[in-house]
């Protein structure tokens, strides 16, 4: 566990992925009882509560990303989407955020110089925000820096973060937006108490803003610039960094969700004129047995291809565009399949599913919310297609 007085080197290096799977493991078994327990808090709160926080503040997760050359776990995206699956089965809002913070605090490391580094984490490591939903604010050069202003949305975590990346460009330029990511105290940003949604309601997801503040150059990147740290996760494009969170979280709650309708199952009875255990009725053994085997077969696939796609880029320094497409679509479908299964566990429970506060309602809300991210969105399957297809202008972001 870091503490406040390390600077770079936070943990001994060395440590193999099984290692580092059992420690992150170990750390969510140990506080499952405080996620289970804030899952249900955190929905009225609308943020994470102060223990679940505490907890992503002061554990070893959050060096999942965090460049292995300082210590952390640089965890292939496999390993990632083990580690936000079994946080989503305990709590999906804490498992939307650690992501968060767990993308930004490693791209934090990795890409800003050493002056801007020392400032962020010279200290400790910090819990790092963002979001904006790709919202460019607007970017003013100034003397050794700039200033910026603008309004983002989609900040999951921010109540509970040291500082925010803001994306941001000179919008009076000519051409096409340079994108600076700007690294501020969360402090000097303005959030806007506006997170009142159906589900992932504890992430804390409100709008943010800034107005006329200075960022030193030092704490700005580019990120298509090289790295300055770390390795293979850092030469993944865009859609190769961030496409196994979604899904692994919407797959952790469908788990879940599945197994509380194994639980309800075994006493529950169906019918008016004859009584029967839910568990003994076939339609019902067809539904479990097939949504298991879904489970575990869009699970597999995103292990296959979170440990292929960082050993590609191990070899060849970057990521092909159409392995982006694909990743995000396989995205897309996983999350489809967690969607469907928490439906229909809602579907066959019945009355019991839908009362407020149980946890199949609130599976079925997040996993809802979880569904409407553009990283899993339709066009994801769209792109992955046309570069099957070889179309000129494929684009795994579009």
């Known amino acids: 566990m870091a503490g406040k007085s390390e600077a770079v080197k936070v943990t001994p290096a060395g440590r193999t992925k099984d290692q580092w799977r059992q420690i992150f493991f ?32 002061n554990s070893d997760l959050r060096l999942l990303k965090y460049p292995s050359d300082l210590g952390g776990a640089e965890a292939d995206n496999a390993l990632q989407f083990e580690v936000f699956e079994r946080l989503a089965y305990h709590n999906a809002s804490a498992s939307w955020c650690l992501f968060i913070y767990a993308d930004l605090i490693a791209r934090i490391a990795a890409y800003l110089p050493q002056r801007g580094f020392s400032k962020v984490f010279d200290a400790g490591i910090p819990l790092i925000c963002g979001g904006g ?17 603008g309004r983002w949305v989609y900040g999951s975590g921010i109540a509970g973060s040291n500082w925010v990346v803001l994306l941001a ?19 000097q940003v303005q959030v806007h108490d506006n997170w009142n949604v159906l589900g992932m309601r504890a992430s804390g997801s409100s709008d943010f803003s800034t107005e006329n503040v200075f960022v030193p150059e030092e704490l700005t990147f580019r990120f298509n610039d090289p790295p300055f740290r770390g390795g293979a996760i850092f030469r993944l494009g865009m859609m190769g960094y961030v496409g196994h969170t979604v899904p692994a979280t919407a797959l952790g709650i ?36 097939e949504s298991d085997l879904k489970l575990r077969a869009a699970r597999a696939m995103m292990l296959e291809n979170g440990v292929r796609i960082v050993a590609d880029a191990a070899r060849m320094g970057t990521m092909k565009p159409e392995n982006e497409a694909e990743i995000r679509a396989a995205g897309c479908y996983a999350t489809r399949i967690a969607v469907e299964i928490v439906d229909g566990a809602v579907r066959y429970i019945g009355g019991d599913a839908i009362r407020q506060g149980s946890r199949l309602e ?37």
């Open 26 to 57: 170990d750390e969510i078994d140990a506080n499952a009882a405080i996620f289970e327990k804030d899952a249900i808090e955190g929905d009225s709160l609308r943020r994470l509560p102060p223990a679940t926080l505490e907890v992503l503040r």
């Open 133 to 149: 939903g790709m919202i460019l604010g607007n970017l003013t050069p100034a003397a050794g820096g700039y200033r910026v202003s």
């Open 169 to 187: 460009a000179q919008k009076d330029r000519p051409g096409p937006p340079e994108i600076l990511s700007c690294v501020v105290p969360t402090a």
């Open 254 to 289: 469908a788990r879940r969700a599945l197994d509380e309708a194994t639980t309800i199952a075994k006493q529950k009875l169906r019918g008016y004129g004859k009584r029967t255990p839910l568990a003994h009725r076939g339609v019902f053994q067809a539904f479990l047995g």
């Open 362 to 398: 609130q599976a079925l809300r997040d996993v809802h919310v979880a569904n409407t991210h553009f990283f899993v969105s339709d066009s994801s399957i769209e792109s992955h297609a046309q570069f099957l297809l070889g179309i000129d202008g494929a684009d795994p972001m579009a």
